[in-house]
């Protein structure tokens, strides 16, 4: 029995060498005072044994609280092994056991350690395994600030394992210096900025640490290597702490670190903290954050807090260039819809689409000319962005390329007649800022940003609000309703406020709109900029067509709003004239209404349909006198109380969200729906009031102010490409296949019966051709061909770009109708 007893414990021995030697467990001590072990040094409670029976060495740390079990620490089969390590345990144990109660658990962490790593004192090693207790010990206190093979101390560990028990402890009990740095020139901080533990950073910070803005051998302080890292919650403690946000390190300051690396909560902490960052240059090429960034959402931070968007570099490069050059498509969009000038000149003055070219990136390249960019611009060696694409452009790319150019009206690409320019020299300090640039007066970004307040002075941007003269003949602007697809309407008033030089408020009498083009006419009569409207079109569609259908109202009702004004009505600027369509849906069949600036016909007309239905009065745009008043096919009532209802009704931003209350994309507007819904094409309906309106006038002895529309031009959304129906047929089916047809069919028919709805061409421009010949009234009718269908909530920059080109190839096609149509509405 004693042999096999004697066979177990060698078995276990040899098999234990094989797994883990170095397992602290717990042992008998009975089992090494017989023979076959021979104890051979004794440091301390470190006894190390020769156990002659398996040829093992073994440690073990005697414990005074079981004097009968005993912890071994390792059993090696090479004497050397054994003696190096009971070297190194009796060297670094004994303020361990002195200090606490070691666990086989505990005593397997602190070994490990000591062996893992021979270069750490027995501070490093108490931090590491979380022996608070232990570093109140003498022999720990006098290592505290002992420095390991890489610099390190015991608080650098601390700091970096976030242990703030362990941070407080060396800094409140232990004196742990702060300002000691390791190899790499890290302070203590600099490891605390690395985790996102902000009550470390806050530890050190009550001790006036005094490395919270000390550089390090790669020349980053602390926030800069949290913004590295994007560590937000060390961003904010340490800047709390007393970090400067000015601290010049290696690439800029420490938002130029976190733009490098897109840390976007970082950057919104820092701009918090100093706003004057955002301006802020690197010391390399002089280039605010903006120049830095990488992304769309990072980029639209920057711009939304009023970073200067055509700010050029000590290379006399704007953010354009840089993004154009890394092929930044999103971004480079969020750039132009902010007001990014395309023709500025950087380097040898290649403009942004200079570069676009050179790099084949097709979406950039009709972004850029969309939004303005000059075809025909020279940069210094006197190469235009044209023949850049037909040198630079290889494959398939470089046919594309010139002719995307040819359909816009670049002329052929020679080459530079010219011997080249002298390099540019680097922009002058006082013309970086944007407000020093003059653009150019065609690309129309100059008044971009000046809105008007609608209940303010309406005369601020010398726009008159009265008639400038009498015209015999006048002009009318009908502009179709389509959603996002308004970007068109935006693209074509461009082109025709470049070709008059003057903005479309002053080349019309009447506007009339729909849905998008109401909203648009709303804002053509208030003097809004059409660029600074394309761009808003493009930063709002994000915060409108948000979620799943229907889409909420408020950011739309909040961003009209913002942009008409929370108590402008409808008669604060009476000139244009302006005629907004929706449809009253609190009844059936709806009626078309239209919310006025003017006072509406006064000539009594039939109703349209019989009723014994009590309705909320219409809505008048100037008020009511205190007497009632009979509204034909409605109930008398009150005056006072229509008035209030007309006051609340008439507001302009509750019109323009009255006309676009699109069904199923957004909620009924009270009573009032989509006036796409029966006008989508308002010009028909816009003619129609006109002819009632002038017939008022003469009906009230007024005939000297009749005048006459000579002009109409009616504005489309753009015409989506023409496609096969399978079928339209809706029938009871009789099978599993029939239903599947049927369902395709009734899928279709409907589609068919909405498009049928709104369709604002075919159909509806026959009508008023034939309605204006009829009259002798010129009329014009522009709505580009699109290559693919948009839908109306489209929110993919690339398909809107696609569309804008597709408009922008249209008026180069239509450019002598354009130049004929300018001199008409310069005539009359």
């Not at 177990?8 to 090494?32: E, G, H, M, Q």
């Not at 961003?559 to 402008?568: A, I, P, V, Y």
Request: hydrophobic share 35%.
């Amino acid at each position: 029995m004693q042999f096999l007893g004697r066979l177990l414990d060698t078995v276990s021995s040899v098999s234990t060498l094989f797994t883990n030697p170095y397992r602290v467990k717990d042992v008998p001590l009975s089992d090494y005072s017989g023979t076959g072990r021979l104890q051979l040094r004794l440091e301390g409670r470190l006894v190390l044994y020769k156990n002659s029976t398996s040829q093992s060495w073994d440690c073990l740390l005697l414990c005074p609280e079981t004097p009968t079990v005993a912890l071994r620490l390792f059993q090696v089969c090479s004497e050397d092994e054994a003696v190096a390590c009971f070297s190194q345990y009796s060297l670094k144990l004994q303020p361990f056991y002195e200090s606490v109660s070691l666990k086989p658990e505990s005593a397997q962490l602190i070994v490990d350690c000591i062996r893992n790593h021979p270069d750490w004192s027995t501070a490093h090693i108490a931090v590491e395994t979380g022996q608070r207790e232990c570093l109140k010990h003498n022999h720990v206190q006098s290592k505290i600030n002992v420095q390991d093979s890489s610099g390190r101390t015991p608080l650098h560990l601390a700091c970096e394992r976030g242990d703030v028990g362990c941070v407080r402890e060396l800094l409140e009990e232990s004196q742990a210096r702060t300002n000691i740095k390791d190899h790499n020139g890290d302070t203590a901080m600099h490891y605390a900025a690395k985790q996102d533990s902000p009550s470390v950073i806050q530890a050190l910070g009550s001790q006036l640490c005094p490395g919270v803005n000390e550089l390090n051998s790669n020349g980053e302080a602390p926030l800069h290597v949290a913004c590295r890292l994007g560590r937000v919650q060390a961003v904010r403690a340490l800047l709390e702490g007393g970090a400067k946000c000015d601290v010049m390190g290696g690439t800029g300051y420490p938002i130029h670190t976190a733009m490098k690396y897109s840390e976007k909560e970082c950057v919104v902490e820092i701009l918090k903290a100093d706003g004057g960052q955002l301006q802020a240059e690197d010391p390399v090429y002089g280039g605010i954050p903006l120049h830095w960034s990488k992304n769309a959402e990072v980029c639209r931070l920057l711009l939304d807090s009023g970073s200067a968007v055509n700010y050029l570099s000590q290379t006399g490069e704007s953010p354009l260039h840089i993004l154009t050059k890394r092929g930044r498509f999103e971004a480079s969009m969020v750039l132009l819809t902010h007001g990014a000038n395309p023709n500025l000149k950087g380097q040898n003055g290649d403009t942004a689409l200079h570069l676009a070219m050179k790099m084949d990136h097709m979406d950039l390249i009709k972004a850029l000319i969309v939004f303005g960019a000059d075809v025909r611009s020279h940069n210094d060696l006197g190469e235009t962005p044209g023949l850049l694409a037909a040198r630079s452009s290889k494959g398939a790319n470089r046919k594309i390329m010139l002719d995307m150019l040819c359909s816009v009206g670049a002329q052929r690409c020679h080459p530079p007649a010219r011997s080249p320019a002298p390099a540019r020299p680097p922009a002058p300090e006082h013309s970086r800022p944007t407000s020093h640039f003059k653009l150019p007066p065609s690309i129309g970004f100059e008044p971009m940003f000046q809105k008007q307040s609608p209940g303010g002075d309406h005369n601020t941007c010398g726009v008159k609000t009265a008639k400038s003269h009498n015209r015999k003949l006048e002009r009318l602007l009908c502009l179709d309703g389509g959603g996002i697809k308004g970007l068109v309407l935006i693209q074509v008033l461009i082109a025709l406020e470049k070709e008059t030089g003057r903005p479309t408020r002053e080349l019309f009498d009447w506007v009339a709109g729909t849905s998008t083009g109401g909203i648009l006419a709303l804002a053509i009569i208030h003097g809004k900029s059409m660029e600074y409207l394309r761009c808003l079109y493009f930063r709002m569609k994000e915060q409108v067509f948000k979620g799943s259908r229907p889409y909420e109202s408020a950011p739309l009702e909040d961003f009209l709003k913002k942009e008409f004004g929370e108590d402008t009505k409808m008669t604060d600027i009476q000139y244009p004239r302006v005629m907004v369509t929706s449809v009253l849906a609190d009844r059936h069949p709806g009626e078309l209404h239209m919310f006025r600036n003017y006072d509406p016909p006064s000539l009594p007309k039939e109703a349209p349909y019989a009723t014994t239905a009590s309705f909320k009065p219409l809505t008048i745009p100037q008020g009511w006198e205190d007497e009632d008043v009979l509204i034909i096919g409605y109930t008398e009532e009150p005056a006072r109380k229509r008035r209030k209802v007309a006051d609340y009704e008439q507001l302009v931003w509750r019109a323009a969200r009255s006309s676009g209350a699109a069904p199923t994309y957004f909620r009924p507007m009270g009573r009032f729906l989509d006036g796409g819904l029966l006008a989508n094409n308002p010009t028909l309906d816009a003619l129609a009031e006109i002819h009632w309106y002038n017939k008022s006038l003469k009906a009230a002895g007024q005939s000297e102010e009749v005048r006459k529309v000579g002009l109409v031009v009616s504005l489309g959304t753009g015409k989506p490409p023409q496609v096969m129906v399978n079928s339209v047929d809706v029938f009871r089916p009789s099978n599993p296949l029939e239903l599947a047809k049927s369902i395709v069919g009734a899928k279709e028919l409907g589609k068919m019966l909405v498009d049928c709805c709104t369709d604002s061409d075919g159909c509806a421009v026959d009508r008023a051709r034939a309605w204006c010949e009829m009259t002798d009234t010129l009329y014009h009718r522009l709505s580009p061909q699109l290559s693919q269908e948009v839908m109306l909530d489209e929110v993919g920059d690339g398909v809107l770009v696609d569309m804008l080109w597709d408009t922008q190839m249209y008026l180069y096609e239509k450019r002598d109708v354009l130049q004929a149509l300018a001199l008409e509405l310069l005539e009359h």
